[in-house]
């Protein structure tokens, strides 16, 4: 039996995160960099030009699509976070839960065959897909990927994505702040730190002061993901050329080889 919390009252009742979706109008780089970090190509879309990357509890992927919503946000962005997956128990009945509270419908498209799975627009233009095939269940990578043969390492340096951080306009921290509590259900921890409902990651809201930002400077700023080595892996990376920069509270930036990335990672406990 599927372990899975129910949807209440009227939000979805997202319970962790799916999938990262990266966009990049040359690729490549962006997938050296994922390599470099441990992460293993795991599963390529059926149709779409489309990798599956992963490594410990993470998912990241990579659409290169052409004529993609993906390409068109790489398009505008150049390296960026174009989309967030988050499970949930039921994707349509949350999909109709949100655009009942005001949420933007995100066109999304799906070859023969493959799932539809609905999505809302959400911070800088990204999109938010809603999942319901997971875990023990058949997933949606089951459904619209071909497995890849690669190793899978023994230990994984990365565990987890334990926050997003959010890059937004000054003064609209509050409006970001109010769509994830209200459609979704993440608890404020203080004015710059949600929590989502499960607890398993949170988001960080980060108000921009440089002059000249406008709307379409928002979105997904960076990601903070765990590893139990953090000194060990970043010793590596430093050897293949992928500087660490200290951070504060014990983490670590990477200096990204990916020319003009409009996101950063972020390494901690």
């Known amino acids: 039996m599927s372990n899975r919390p129910s949807a209440t009252d009227n939000r979805p009742g997202a319970i962790s995160i799916e999938f990262v979706e990266f966009a990049a109008p040359d690729p490549a780089p962006l997938a050296a960099l994922f390599e470099h970090l441990g992460f293993r190509a795991a599963a390529r879309h059926r149709s779409k030009d489309v990798t599956l990357y992963q490594q410990g509890e993470i998912n990241f992927i990579i659409n290169a699509t052409p004529g993609s919503f993906a390409q068109g946000f790489a398009a505008q962005h150049g390296p960026s976070i174009c989309a967030l997956a988050l499970r949930v128990p039921d994707a349509t009945r949350a999909y109709q839960q949100l655009l009942d509270q005001g949420a933007w419908e995100a066109t999304t498209s799906a070859g023969a065959m493959e799932l539809n799975i609905p999505a809302i627009e959400s911070i800088g ?11 023990e269940d058949l997933s949606i990578y089951d459904v619209d990927f071909h497995p890849l043969q690669s190793d899978r390492p023994e230990q994984p340096e990365l565990q987890r994505l334990s926050s997003l951080v959010l890059s937004v306009c000054a003064g609209r921290g ?23 409902p499960d607890g398993s990651f949170q988001l960080e809201i980060r108000e921009g002061t440089a002059a000249g930002l406008d709307l379409t400077d928002e979105g997904i700023g960076a990601l903070r993901l765990t590893s139990a080595d953090p000194a060990r892996l970043c010793h590596r990376l430093k050897q293949a050329g992928i500087d660490p920069i200290p951070a504060g509270d014990g ?11 409009a996101f950063d990672l972020i390494i901690g406990h």
Request: with cysteine; hydrophobic share 45%.
């Open 125 to 135: 233009g990204t999109q938010v897909y809603l999942v319901d095939r997971f875990g």
């Open 251 to 261: 983490d670590i930036q990477l200096k990204l080889p990916v020319a003009n990335a």
């Open 174 to 196: 509050d409006e970001w702040r109010d769509f994830f509590c209200r459609l979704f259900g993440f608890e404020a921890i203080d004015a710059c730190n949600l929590k989502s």
